[in-house]
């Protein structure tokens, strides 16, 4: 191997897992940090799902990275971009404005990651051999995943962990159903709040009986109703926006709102339903804080189901804002039986919290210097390709190459077999991947596992990583040995047959991290392995004098495809559920299947040279 070419070894793991650390920022980590802050799940998807916009267009700019100076330069520099914008989110994640602040700088990450890939991925084929090429595209890949388990698991579990160590101590609540029925009153001015001395706690009930006779409905209704009221006017949560409808543009009015109600009337969940002669019983629980806040200091709890009969359930859930104006006021959780039950039983429930906007902006931080320390290894380690040169400009200069750059690659051959492979092979997954954490995530009140931030970095950071990199290890060996077109039926069939596990998962709802962890597993195994086809393929199509541009088109195409069904995914989510949600991510994945059979593919693409 010439000097030009250095050691592959030495640049291609840490270049391809610098280029996946931002990736995941944007479009997975902030998915993970915003629903830990609170945000619905449709804003969640519609706001990260824009985010691949810089990955959409990024094509428009691909031929400027390709004409002007090198592809070493745009990595080194991009890496800088990178690292201030993973700064100022980290400095705007205290202030009011958060969403907006941090969205804007998340736009600088997106546009300057989309850059760093044109300019990687380019590097990367002028770097190496065409047998290279294949056999390090496992490599790649692998180490381009590592960096999106290292983002959404050993991140998380950082975050987690700053959590549960800047939280107060949990509050733990035994509910006992028991013979009998006696009617809660609503009597929250009732309860006793006196500041005390010591460290800040919260101060609540310890055990709550409930009994199992059943109430008229509407004494349940009615209790319901009022706390949420009195939740609501002292500022423990939002207030739904029942108006917003009436408020509503035309498109919402007349298409978007009657469509929902359809798809919600049509394959929405069944839900639990207290409107009926008799419920079951239920009762409220309350809580307050010990001690006053600091000016501007906000303390979040979630309240959730933790173990035991799941028969004794929330009536919603609850995620508590505390501050200096309500810290004295019990903030009440309803919490009822099922109806059906009859016997005597138990179940607990427990409160964390946690300073969560110090504990994302120290993650945001650590990444920040992560990414100063990628920008001076790789200006020593990145070798100089003699091929890492700009695009010479034709007799009509810039303009005229750009031009050509474009025409030449929707001139080539099945072009339009192409473009529906590129964006329909992840549809199902494009779908996925906004709801999969929020749905682990959320509480079982809300249909989700109840999983803590630790737990879900964990899962992915442990059983992921080493699951994900046995498929793209495996992958690229498979491909390097019998070549991309033997492979391709097995490989996107490991691409989406595995997304069966959420189906399993959310009709089940195990709470066994085994079981969880055993699934994430057996679907991220899956996704390493099925990936290794959809990037040979951009490798093979992008093929020709313009290949660094040409692969951004691919790759632009992909992300289009990511970024249109991930808008919609949360808004659906939520008028169907987490189960029908997941069954239509499956009826996603037929049209990868579909156009398979119309591609052509050289046999001996992707096979290692003897």
Known sequence: MSKQRGRPWAWIPSLYFAEGIPYVLVMTLSVIFYKRMGISNADIALYTSWLYLPWVIKPLWGP??????????WILIMQLFIGAGLAGVAFTIPLDR?????????WLLAFSSATHDIAADGFYMLGLSKSDQAFFVGIRSTFYRLAMLTGQGLL???????????????????????????????NPGEITVQAESGERCFISDKVLEIGIDKIPTENASALISEVDTWNIRHGFYPEDDDEEKDKAGWWKKHVANPMGQ?????????EMNIITKESGNLSFTWFHLSSKPDPGEKIVMNFSFDKGDKSIKLAREYRFEFTEDNWDIPALAVIQLDSRLGNETSASFTGLSGNIRFAWSIVFVVVALLFAGFHLYHRFVLPRPAADQPVQNGEGGFLKEFIVTFAEFFKKKQIGVMLVFLLVYRLGESQLVKLASPFLLDSREASGLGLTTGDLGLIYGTIGIVALSLGGIIGGIAASRKGLK???????????????????????????????????ALEQFGYGFGFTAYMLYMIYISEGKHKTAHFALTTGFMALGMMIPGMLSGWLQELIGYQHFFVWVMICTIPGFLVIPFLKIDPQFGKREK
């Open 156 to 186: 998380v579990i950082l975050a987690g962990s700053l959590e549960a160590r800047t939280g107060l101590p949990p509050v733990e609540l035994e509910v006992k159903a028991i013979k009998g029925a006696t009617l809660a009153e609503f």
């Open 262 to 270: 359809f798809l919600k009337n049509t394959f929405g969940e069944a």
């Open 64 to 73: 400027v990275v390709d004409i002007l100076k090198t592809k070493r330069f």
């Open 486 to 520: 033997y492979w391709l039926w097995w490989m996107v069939a490991a691409m989406n047959l595995p997304n069966l596990v959420y189906v399993f998962l959310s009709y089940l709802m195990p709470s066994s991290l085994w079981v969880v962890g055993a699934s994430v």
């Open 98 to 106: 958060y969403f907006q602040l941090t969205l804007a700088f998340f």
